[in-house]
């Protein structure tokens, strides 16, 4: 087999399973078993597998463009997607660039907010902050933005470029002395730093940690104290995964730019976008070629990808669906509280639910229990997490739930 695995230790993995096809919140394996996809294949399938309406949006632009270069020229799919998700945005998000994943929206937002100082004349300005434990995805910057301490990627550390690292407060009693040594550094360093760029509200890859909006408001109100730009990733938590649209909606803040991509398309093809307000374009704009953003990817703004994102916005908002998310808030939040007697710190935020078991190990076991059971689900460390697409039964979601309280 030729096949070199993501996040995967070979020698030590078992065999891939092998998908033949999927509907709704069902895989079926090619040896006939069939599996609840509770983690929403990597958080991108949030309506579900191979939904019949966003196939044939794809087919039908498929038929009329499949693509064309995005320097010079564009195309209605794009600028009907931009016009749609400019109707859920704060008004001065309003400037879209498009790229492919996650980690790109995030190297694009990266770059935007070291250039937007560089374009004014300011230089030195060239530290980020971030949030301990923070996920940016697998590219050199989005890897350094995640700091040093990252237990993903810290191979890969003599590369990074400088960051400093926000305390992740565990406890609200935590939150005034992170904010402390936050305002110690700013004090010392604040006119080198570019931007802060955090996960609003959950930190997905650091085992869905969710912190308050009331922290995020004030880390917001100090760096803002000193021009530094902030950098919301929701490339996990949009799209309605935290309850609304977007984590932003349930703060007070308006990041100058947001990067988006996952649930995008509803999971049918990589797409991303990078949102930016007037005041970061403006420092773009120029006669000057030399301040231009200059990046691109070569298939920035894929037409069939565009396409499949409007219908996905577009069914996300029907009451129907609207009314599934509300269920899965529900029942995750009736299903932690009525025991899980052998895992702790239970919490939810919309349709993400996570607890925590005494090890890994532990995690581990009661994970291959449940896929023997047929629901997939992949822990992070001692965290196991439930993050299903939104068309999920109440009935896949309760069962899901009754796996964890085996006794085996
Ligand atoms: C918050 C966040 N940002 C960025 C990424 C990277 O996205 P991608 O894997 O599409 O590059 C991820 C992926 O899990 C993520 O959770």
Excluded at 323 to 352: M, Y
Aim: a negative charge.
């Amino acid at each position: 087999m030729a096949i070199w695995r993501p996040f995967t230790q070979e020698k030590t993995a078992s065999p891939s399973v092998k998908i033949s096809r999927g509907s709704g919140a069902h895989l079926f394996a090619e040896d006939g078993r069939q599996y609840i996809d509770m983690i929403s294949s990597w958080w991108v399938n949030i309506l579900g597998h191979a939904n019949k309406e966003i196939a044939d949006a794809i087919y039908k632009q498929a038929c009329i463009l499949e693509h064309v270069i995005f320097a010079g020229f564009s195309h209605a799919p794009a600028e009907e997607l931009c016009d749609k998700l400019a109707g859920f945005l704060p008004k001065q998000l309003r400037r879209f660039f498009f790229s492919d994943d996650g980690s790109t929206a995030v190297e694009v937002a990266l770059k935007m907010a070291y250039q937007y100082f560089k374009n004014q004349g300011i230089s030195g300005r060239n530290i980020y902050i971030n949030l301990e434990g923070a996920y940016h995805g697998d590219t050199i910057g989005a890897m350094s933005a995640a700091g040093n301490d990252s237990q993903y990627h810290s191979t890969f550390s003599e590369f990074f470029f400088k960051t400093f690292t926000v305390s992740f407060p565990n406890t609200i009693e935590e939150e005034e002395a992170s904010l402390e040594k936050l305002k110690c550094f700013l004090d010392a360093r604040a006119e080198h730093v570019c931007a802060l760029i955090v996960e609003p509200l959950v930190q997905g890859a650091a085992g869905m940690k969710m912190y308050r909006a009331e922290f995020l408001e004030k880390i917001v109100d100090e760096v803002r104290k000193y021009g530094i730009l902030v950098i919301f990733d929701e490339v996990m938590t949009g799209f309605f995964r935290t309850g609304t649209m977007f984590a932003m909606d349930q703060t007070g803040v308006i990041p100058d730019l947001i990067c988006l991509s996952k649930g995008i398309t509803g999971g049918f093809l990589p797409l991303a976008l990078t949102i930016a307000t007037d005041s970061v374009y403006e420092a773009f704009y120029s006669d000057d070629w030399k301040k231009a953003f200059i990046h691109g990817h070569s298939y920035t703004a894929n037409p069939i990808a565009c396409a499949a994102a409007i219908k996905s916005l577009e069914i996300l908002h029907r009451a129907e669906t609207q009314s599934q998310i509300l269920n899965i808030a529900k029942t995750h939040r009736d299903c932690l509280a009525e025991g899980l007697p052998n895992v702790t710190s239970k919490r939810t935020l919309g349709t993400i639910a996570a607890f925590e078991f005494e090890s890994s190990q532990q995690a581990n076991d009661v994970s291959a229990h449940m896929f023997r059971n047929g629901v997939i689900v992949r822990p992070l460390q001692n965290t196991m997490y439930f993050i299903p697409p939104y068309c999920i039964s109440v009935d896949d979601l309760q069962y899901a739930y009754s796996l964890i309280l085996r006794d085996e």
